[in-house]
């Protein structure tokens, strides 16, 4: 990051004394870790911080400090709005109405730069990454809360330390986060090992039904499923993580069906595919080995159009 840059977001959050801080919908470690890491930096310094995410907190990470205060829908004026981990403002769900983002922070290759001030950073493991690193540069002081925040991103959203991505700086990221207090086997346990009952049920029919040709690989996670299973989120539950470590599968796609004809599309890749390309072409994006899209449409219609588009692209390969 340049020193103008640096010193501009110090001046922001100083002179800032009500701020919003908004991650993505469906949340993952990185956004729930971002969003805490940043918004309980921001209230270490005496700032008035509300927490947002339109879809809440998954059960597998309200262990983290301040994951009480986040709430799903936010009220009142503002002087700075900051959005973690969002790579375009469709992410952030409807929490931010008119609002304008001050603040942009990310690590998508695919962001839109929509904010006034932009820092996204690709080559980073991870949004808690970034920060981890700039906080202090920009005045904000790493507590054990924050660190535990911070480090929960890293390691959820490389697996563990194993994506293609990772790299001598995002090791020594989290070493420093651990002589910041956080406990990482605690951490990894929680983010990436532990599963309710209820998600490992919802799996079921989706692994049972996995379909392969080549080395493209899809599944689907359908409301029924959810229903059945009593599984309290509208995500995939990490089954994702499953797909990816299949041997033999260079691209896995997971469909989730959510309401009123909307299907969440998923694409996991091993290193030489870049998935985020296949997402961009649906209104998504992501990383090279992992990306997603929304996508209005029958779930049979909206599988026909993305497994032929992934399908394209290992072909390519082979």
Request: charged letters at 20%; hydrophobic letters at 40%.
């Amino acid at each position: 990051m340049s020193r103008a840059k640096t010193l501009k977001i110090r001046e922001l959050i100083r002179e800032a004394r009500h701020i919003l801080v908004v991650s993505h919908i469906r949340p993952d470690g990185d956004a729930i870790g971002s969003l805490l890491g940043m918004g309980l930096a921001l209230q270490s310094v005496g700032k008035d911080v509300a927490m947002a995410l339109s879809d809440g907190v998954p059960a597998n990470f309200r262990h983290l400090s301040g994951s009480d205060q986040i709430i799903r829908r936010a009220t009142g004026e503002f002087n700075l709005t900051i959005t973690v981990d969002c790579a375009d403002l469709s992410r952030a769900g409807d929490i931010l109405g008119d609002r304008t983002v001050d603040l942009n922070i990310d690590h998508h290759i695919t962001n839109l730069n929509f904010g006034k001030v932009n820092f996204v950073d690709a080559n980073a493991v991870a949004t808690c990454a970034i920060l981890a690193e700039f906080l202090p540069q920009w005045g904000l002081p790493i507590s054990q809360p924050v660190a535990e925040a911070l480090l929960t991103g890293v390691v959820t959203d490389t697996l563990g330390f194993r994506t293609s991505n990772m790299t001598p700086k995002a090791l020594r990221i989290a070493a420093n986060l651990m002589e910041h207090g956080a406990n990482l086997p605690e951490l990894y346990y929680q983010g990436l090992i532990q599963r309710t009952y209820n998600a490992v049920r919802y799996w079921g029919p989706a692994l049972t039904n996995l379909q392969k040709r080549g080395r493209l690989i899809w599944t689907t996670l359908t409301r029924e499923d959810r229903d059945r299973a009593s599984y309290p989120g509208n995500d995939d539950a990490d089954l994702n993580h499953i797909l990816s470590s299949i041997e033999g599968a260079d691209i896995a796609v997971l469909f989730v069906e959510q309401k009123n004809n909307h299907i969440k599309v998923s694409w996991r890749s091993q290193p030489g595919y870049d998935v985020s390309k296949i997402a961009l072409k649906f209104g998504g994006g992501g990383h090279p080995a992992a990306s997603g899209a929304d996508i209005t449409g029958s779930l049979k219609d909206v599988q026909d159009q993305v497994l032929q588009a992934s399908w394209d692209a290992v072909e390519k390969k082979q």
